[in-house]
């Protein structure tokens, strides 16, 4: 029989012990290894067992146990340091309080971080991939620098989906329940003690409510809305069921509770908490991107109209975009949009048409997010254009995916290059003290001998090897295998051998199944009698992929073969769990995506932390820090096979056996060197790779670089821009945008010639300006060195100054000179912009006039 209900029966904790509740209800148990091994001690199998989890382990210790910890001098020891450090932790300042002190309180008072995933721990499976880890590993940098984040986000009931497989290899989908109440959540309470909620307003007259609940990430606190609650309809209640489930309008209504729903909720924990109110809104990603029409609503009801609270919404907000993939940004029919807005349905107080203007995508060829809307048919609504709309700072997350992202957005900046497309980037980063194995971050403390370097990586690779035979077991288990018929897993890798790990999610522009382009080729390489290489594959397919389903299953049977399953395994449940074992324990991290589709890839720089060297096509963060001491570069055929998939594969692939069979395997087994069995070059680059590259990995110097570059000149900008700055600002983005027909460059007067090196030419133009007066305006000549078609290469810009008043034509004179410090071929053109001090970027109004090429 099944219950048709359950609860959980809470232990009283003795009271000696109740301190435990407090360091189980932080998640910084979760990278601070002594509270960590504290909470094991209490119940070691019941930690195993209950995943990882202290609060669902206090919550099933037998109260024998409890008794006899409640009497053990030593425990209520180590339990009294832990809970001061704790306490230590979230009260004494740390780096952002002491930098904002000398800063003179420029720093942001609170910021709200948007995403719609967050991996924190295995305990708390509320992520899907790399976006949701990099979302909890910035609020864990958060906390530790001192940050005042909020995380905002949404409390699936299903969580991701857990992997299996069939004894065909085929992907297996499980969506097992989570129970609030065994996890470290807290709801939100109202002054009387009710349960806070946000609601939205649906079609039809029907309402989505959420609940707030509140998860403690070291100082920082996440809200997490669920909408499982009575007042709701079935369907509504449904609305946080999955992550990345269901059809589109599922998708919108994730998509608005977390924009509009979790803003709603940072408004109640404020209120009930005393928190200060954010100044600062950052979205992770565009699945938040309702967030600023919300407040754009808010900001309506003091009185302020659409455009200058659009104005003023912006300047505290910042958009990242995490991906060039079309699949990976969402976009919604425009009707589907409309009826969930205006009229009967939420913010209807907002004009529609401006609000559905705010997503439209460009028309033409450079539009975003996949085929190109052409004139006459529908745009959709693009979440990641409205949040580039919405947000006066962008950026995306790698140096070559700024560059990429400029280029794939530059249609909503028409008339200026690509590469001034207002895009930024900050390098992603991750969490050390998360992913640092224990026994690398001991070492990492002492100077480390070359002896105690490959003791160290030998260990590791041992418990991998462990760790791997257990969960192969699991799985063949779970496919049907009898324990009798197993024996063979015993002999599965061996820790002596060279060991690659490859394990991400399943895209196709991933390549899962690269290595397998040339299976014999491959095989070799597995079996080779002196240099073998043992590889350890994971991933998850989305589960509406066939496609991906089909790559893993290729891979899996491949790895079935009675005559390499010593050597290459397939595991399930990629997790965050696995994950830590995995970077750990392998020598070479393999990455081979179809650059540049790769934003940042945050797997290689985990495993960088533990001392394992990344074999990987360059892209994303690889491409910035690659460096031959840190591992090796798989050379692409971008340019010469973009058009021919097939061909591209084969190149990549037979680059990447040539490396593994004449460079990376030979490197590992040469033991020659030193005389004392070591790889003498292998461990000098385990050393180049946590002396030097670990840290700049570091999700500390990602979100020193947000808090320095977007967060603070953000906060500096929503500060400056009260009701009446925003009025008047959104008056001169009118205003110019009327008058802009009117602005032209119309005569360059060539200056003294021929210019000579350290020379300079002196400019003089004429500009009409329409009714506009030259201080509204910025006329600059752009200048650099010019190939062959004139294009000007890494522009320089002067700005020039007006002289004396119009002439009888209502023209204005500016001037300037140009300094020549490069010999070669020289140019420069002029162009009139927008000018104005509440302007973060030249191309922010999307308006320019430059002087018409010759001819
Ligand atoms: C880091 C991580 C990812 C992201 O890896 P990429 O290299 O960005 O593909 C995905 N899943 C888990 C569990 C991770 O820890």
Not at 181 to 196: I, K, M, N, V, W
Not at 778 to 800: N, S
């Amino acid at each position: 029989m099944k219950a048709i209900r359950r609860f959980s029966v809470r232990p009283v904790l003795p009271e000696p012990l109740r301190p435990l509740q407090e360091l189980a209800r932080n998640l910084r148990w979760s990278w601070h290894p002594e509270t960590r091994d504290l909470l094991r001690s209490v119940d070691p199998d019941g930690w195993t067992s209950g995943g990882e989890d202290p609060v669902r382990l206090l919550g099933t210790v037998t109260a024998g146990r409890l008794a006899a910890l409640a009497a053990d001098r030593g425990f209520l020891r180590r339990l009294g340091v832990a809970v001061e450090d704790l306490r230590d932790y979230l009260t004494e300042p740390r780096w952002y309080q002491q930098t904002d002190a000398r800063a003179g309180g420029e720093l942001p008072r609170a910021i709200a971080y948007f995403s719609p995933e967050f991996g924190i721990t295995p305990a708390l499976p509320q992520y899907s991939g790399g976006l949701g880890i990099l979302a909890g590993d910035h609020l864990k940098a958060a906390s530790d620098l001192g940050a005042p984040l909020i995380g905002v986000g949404l409390l699936y009931r299903h969580g991701y989906f857990r992997q299996s497989l069939s004894p065909d290899g085929w992907q297996q989908e499980h969506y097992p329940v989570i129970d609030p109440h065994e996890l470290p959540l807290t709801p939100l309470l109202e002054a009387d003690g009710s349960r806070a909620r946000v609601s939205l307003a649906l079609p039809g007259g029907r309402t989505l409510t959420a609940q707030i609940w509140q998860v403690q990430v070291g100082r920082v606190p996440l809200l997490l809305l669920d909408s499982s609650v009575a007042e709701n309809g079935p369907a509504e209640r449904d609305v946080t069921d999955r992550l990345y489930g269901g059809g589109s309008e599922h998708r919108l209504l994730q998509e608005m509770l977390l924009g509009i729903g979790g803003m709603r909720a940072v408004r109640a924990f404020c209120r009930l908490t005393g928190h200060a109110e954010p100044e600062v809104f950052h979205m992770n990603e565009g699945h938040a991107g309702f967030l600023g029409p919300e407040r754009v609503r808010e900001l309506g009801e003091l009185g302020i109209g659409f455009d200058a609270a659009l104005r003023a919404v912006r300047a505290g907000t910042i958009f990242t975009t995490h991906t060039p993939v079309p699949a990976g940004i969402d976009r919604f029919a425009e009707d589907l949009v409309a009826r969930h807005f205006g009229e009967g349905g939420e913010l209807a107080s907002l004009d529609l048409q401006a609000l559905l203007g705010l997503g439209r995508e460009p028309l033409g060829a450079a539009a975003p997010g996949g085929q190109p809307v052409r004139e006459g048919e529908p745009a959709p609504f693009n979440m990641a254009v409205l949040g580039l709309r919405t947000a006066q700072r962008c950026n995306g997350v790698s140096t070559l995916h700024g560059h990429v992202s400029r280029g794939m957005f530059a249609g909503l900046w028409p008339g200026f290059d690509a590469e001034e497309a207002p895009i930024g980037s900050v390098t992603n980063g991750v969490h050390a003290p998360t992913w640092t194995a224990d026994a690398t971050r001991r070492l990492a403390e002492g100077s480390r001998s070359d002896t105690e370097l490959w003791e160290l990586r030998r260990s590791l690779r041992e418990q991998l090897v462990h760790d791997v035979r257990a969960r192969l077991r699991a799985s063949w288990r779970q496919r049907g295998a009898g324990q009798a018929e197993l024996g063979w897993v015993d002999e599965v890798f061996d820790p002596d051998v060279l060991t690659l790990g490859f394990a991400r999610r399943v895209p196709s522009y991933k390549r899962l199944t690269l290595m397998l382009q040339d299976p014999d080729r491959l095989k070799a390489l597995l079996l080779h009698p002196e240099r073998p290489v043992q590889i350890v594959v994971a991933g998850k397919a989305h589960p509406a992929d066939d496609g991906g389903k089909r790559l893993i299953q290729e891979l899996v049977r491949f790895a079935d073969d009675p005559a390499v399953r010593h050597r290459i395994v397939f595991l399930p449940d990629y997790g965050m769990g696995m994950a830590r074992s995995l970077y750990a324990g392998c020598d070479v991290w393999l990455n081979n995506p179809l650059r540049p589709l790769e934003a940042c890839g945050t797997s290689g720089m985990k495993a960088a932390l533990n001392g394992c060297l990344n074999l990987s096509v360059r892209d994303g963060w690889w491409d910035e820090w690659f460096d031959p001491d840190f591992g090796w570069e798989i050379p692409t055929a971008d340019g010469v096979a973009a058009a021919e998939p097939e061909r591209r594969d084969a190149i990549e692939a037979a680059a990447l056996y040539t490396l593994l069979e004449q460079q990376v395997a030979p490197c590992f087994y040469d033991r020659g060197v030193n005389g004392a069995g070591l790889p003498g070059r292998w461990l000098e680059m385990v050393r180049a790779t946590l002396d030097r590259l670990a840290p700049r990995v570091l999700a500390e110097r990602m979100l020193r670089e947000y808090i320095t570059g977007y967060y603070a000149p953000a906060a500096a900008a929503h500060r400056a821009m009260t009701a009446e700055a925003a009025g008047e600002l959104a008056a001169f983005a009118e205003r110019v945008t009327h008058e802009w027909p009117g602005v032209a460059v119309e005569h360059v007067e060539p200056g003294n010639e021929p210019p000579t090196l350290g020379g300079s030419v002196s400019l003089r133009v004429r500009v009409a300006l329409g009714g506009l007066e030259p201080s509204a305006v910025e006329v600059q000549a752009v200048t650099g060195r010019v190939d062959g078609d004139d294009t000007l290469a890494e522009p320089g810009y002067v700005p020039l100054k007006a002289t004396g008043g119009p002439d009888l034509a209502g023209r204005w004179t500016f001037e300037g000179e140009l300094t020549l410090n490069r010999p070669g071929p020289f140019g420069y053109t002029v162009r009139v912009l927008p000018a104005h001090p509440l302007l973060a970027h030249r191309a922010e109004l999307g308006l320019v006039a430059a002087a018409a090429p010759p001819g």
